[in-house]
Structures are given as structure tokens and as C-alpha cells.
T-cell receptor
């Protein structure tokens, strides 16, 4: 069975640009969460979606947005990129509780 | 939100048991303790979780104190592949069961030959 897949794996963007990251959850999983992991830190929660509805939002600015599609895949959008947005962006899917399954992440570099 | 405290790093000899402690003194009665690990450049991997009873699976054992203020993750026979950052997490339940995971700094476990 395929695990959580994220695309692209690596990305380089310029300050001020916009970026879209994609996530396909494990088949049958209806919940998708997004996390940001800055180098040397633990992952920080950004969003959770369940059945296409936002169920949680972390302490991130409005430049960050996300959505979930009818097939439960998800996109994370970040507008007006800052250097500080450089991080590993992780997607996790779960059937609901208890455990979340993480993808390998998208490494975003803002220059 | 309950917070966790873990030592920043630990060493363990290959083949020996690795005991990773975690303090969560402000944990609420309905909050679970989860353990994840993250091997370099990979996404976090679920290990085990528990509420109040000790738990064991094919990867590890979780020992939770009776007052639930601390726990220990035990890897019974550590291998070099167990070298990773280990995160102890208390699962937060917000309205609508958001289920977000709050990661701390974790413990970097170095398994040595």
C-alpha cells in the first residue's frame, strides 16, 4: 500500500512568490494535517482538515491557507513568501485517531 | 495545552535497552501520551501511545507512572537504525477533535556500536 505522498520533494522559491504544496493521504484516510518543521526544531502544526472541512488551525499568518478535495488529497498554499518560511513541510494522514502517518515532506527553500 | 519535557540527547549501546524519559506534569485526565520518532530527513514515525496503562507493541514499550506525570519509552534491544530524534507528545483535543500534535524539541538518541 502506498503511504502518504507529497510533491514536490524539493522546491526553491524567491521572496514574495507564492507556493503550492500537495499531499495525497493513505487510501481510506479522511483526515489530513500539515506541519512546518524549521531546521533543528520539532514540527509545528499548521492545519487539519477532515472530510474537506477545516478542523484546526495553528498559530500561522493568513498567508498560509489550505484545502482538501473530495478525494481527500490536500494542498497547502503560502503567499508572499518570506525567508523564514524556508522549512520542511510535512503532511500527515489519519483515519481519525489514534496515530498519524507522515509523508517524507517537501523541502522549501526561499531565497 | 500540556507540555512535555525531554532530555535533549542520550546515548545507548547497540543491543542494550534504551530508556527515554518524558515529563508531562500538566497532563489532563483525557489526554494520551504519544511517542513518535524522526530519522534524519524523513517524516515522523508513530511508535506507540497510551492513556494510563503500560503498553507494548512490536517496536517498543511505554511505561506511564500512576500519577501520569511522566512516562518512559523503552526500546528493548536498540540497533543502529534506532538512531533518531524521539518525540514525546500529549495529544491535544480541541473543539471538534482537531487532534493536533504538539512536538517539542525531542530527545536525540544515538545508538553506538
Amino acid at each position: 500500500d502506498a503511504g502518504v505522498t507529497q510533491s514536490p520533494t524539493h522546491l526553491i522559491k524567491t521572496r514574495g512568490q507564492q507556493v503550492t504544496l500537495r499531499c495525497s493521504p493513505i487510501s481510506g484516510h479522511k483526515s489530513v494535517s500539515w506541519y512546518q518543521q524549521v531546521l533543528g526544531q520539532g514540527p509545528q502544526f499548521i492545519f487539519q482538515y477532515y472530510e474537506k472541512e477545516e478542523r484546526g488551525r495553528g498559530n500561522f499568518p493568513d498567508r498560509f491557507s489550505a484545502r482538501q478535495f473530495p478525494n481527500y488529497s490536500s494542498e497547502l498554499n503560502v503567499n508572499a513568501l518570506l525567508l523564514g518560511d524556508s522549512a520542511l513541510y510535512l503532511c500527515a494522514s489519519s483515519p481519525w485517531y489514534p496515530e498519524a502517518f507522515f509523508g517524507q515532506g517537501t523541502r522549501l527553500t526561499v531565497v | 495545552d500540556a507540555k512535555t519535557t525531554q532530555p535533549p540527547s542520550m546515548d545507548c549501546a547497540e543491543g542494550r535497552a534504551a530508556n527515554l524519559p518524558c515529563n508531562h506534569s500538566t497532563i489532563s485526565g483525557n489526554e494520551y501520551v504519544y511517542w513518535y520518532r524522526q530519522i534524519h530527513s524523513q517524516g515522523p514515525q508513530y511508535i506507540i501511545h497510551g492513556l494510563k496503562n503500560n503498553e507494548t507493541n512490536e517496536m517498543a514499550s511505554l511505561i506511564i507512572t500512576e500519577d501520569r506525570k511522566s512516562s518512559t519509552l523503552i526500546l528493548p534491544h536498540a540497533t543502529l537504525r534506532d538512531t533518531a530524534v524521539y518525540y514525546c507528545i500529549v495529544r491535544v483535543q480541541g473543539s471538534g477533535n482537531t487532534g493536533k500534535l504538539i512536538f517539542g524539541q525531542g530527545t536525540t538518541l544515538q545508538v553506538k556500536p
